[in-house]
């Protein structure tokens, strides 16, 4: 499932529909990065998707953490389902 902001060209993805109404909600960019023979750490792709979950994984009760208050909240920002 994929979320965007309205006005905006991006999108993010999440695990399901009801990711816009948890407390865990966190879209941002994700860097990946691989080792160079230098020894430093390169920068790769950057994947736009849910923060909490790229660095922990998701809750494993996160059907808990839905709130359709925040849903709402959120949709009002502009934060919608993609296509």
């Given at each position: ?27 941002g960019g994700f860097q990946h990065r ?28 996160k059907d808990e953490l839905y709130q ?16």
């Open positions: 499932m994929r979320v965007r902001r309205k006005g905006k060209p991006e999108s993010y993805w999440m695990v399901d529909r009801k990711c816009i109404g948890r407390e865990c909600f966190s879209p691989g080792a160079t023979l230098s020894g430093s750490r390169n920068t790769g792709a950057v994947s736009l998707t849910c923060m909490r979950n790229a660095y922990h994984g998701c809750p494993d009760q359709i208050d925040l849903e709402r909240t959120r949709k009002s920002e502009g934060w919608r389902n993609a296509a």
